[in-house]
């Protein structure tokens, strides 16, 4: 079965702090995507990978960066968190080219509160 | 632009009844389409992946469909049971090319009564 983990499930910093959120995949997925899910505006792309050091923006990447320098790790960076991204962080993961190409696999989620 | 809908947004139903979760899009010209759960606080499980040439996928009491030119799918369960309640979430791929084009809809919460 494909795993995919997120590090902390849940997480309180405090506003200006530097946030690091990590997920590793163990199935040698090219593709890896962190969403943030939030209550009435459902799973959000923040931003994506399809190759090491490779990395695409998704549909509200500001205040957000990314570093893939493996491929099995995909990391979400808050440079100064603010409570306004205080929410449910979800990494996922996919094959690029298999009959299956597409399916996600999810990790279980960080939840973030920022103070 | 694509829009992505499912209704109703909660649903409950008593234990051992046959039920059908509903998802629509807007723009026919999809990938696939893939059917999630997701249970309180945590992240989302796969259950079904259905590619645009198909027309429904199985999985146990699970049988999700698919019909693009009306632009709508359908998840069924059969013989419902507690464990089965939870958010279900349905998600379309627009095209192959693009891996982030992944467009969710906002769940159905479905609770099944003993």
């Known amino acids: 079965d494909v795993k995919v983990t997120q590090s902390s499930r849940y997480l309180v910093k405090r506003t200006g702090e530097k946030v690091f959120l990590e997920c590793v995949q163990d199935?040698?997925?090219?593709?890896m995507f962190w969403y943030r899910q939030d209550p009435g505006l459902g799973l959000r792309l923040i931003y994506f990978?399809?190759?090491?050091?490779?990395?695409e923006k998704g549909d509200i990447p500001e205040g957000y960066s990314v570093s893939r320098e493996k491929k099995e790790r995909f990391s979400l960076i808050l440079e100064s968190a603010s409570t306004n991204q205080t929410s449910m962080y979800l990494c996922?993961?996919?094959?690029?080219?298999?009959?299956?190409?597409?399916?996600?696999?999810f990790g279980e989620g960080s939840r973030l509160t920022v103070l | 632009k694509q829009e992505v809908t499912q209704i109703p947004a909660a649903l409950s139903v008593p234990e051992g009844e046959n039920l059908v979760l509903n998802c629509s899009f807007t723009?026919?010209?999809?990938?696939?389409l893939q059917w999630f759960r997701q249970d309180p606080g945590k992240g989302l499980t796969s259950l079904l992946l259905i590619q645009s040439s198909q027309r429904e996928q199985t999985s146990g009491r699970l049988n999700a469909s698919l019909d693009k030119s009306s632009g709508r799918s359908t998840l069924y369960i059969a013989a419902s049971q507690p464990g089965d309640s939870a958010t279900y979430l349905c998600a379309v791929r627009l095209y192959r090319g693009s891996q982030g084009n992944l467009i969710f809809g906002k769940g159905t919460k479905l609770s099944v009564k003993p």
């Open positions: 996922a993961s996919s094959l690029l080219r298999t009959s299956r190409t597409g399916e996600l696999f």
């Open positions: 199935m040698d997925h090219e593709n």
């Open positions: 723009d026919s010209a999809i990938y696939n």
């Open positions: 990978s399809y190759d090491v050091k490779m990395k």
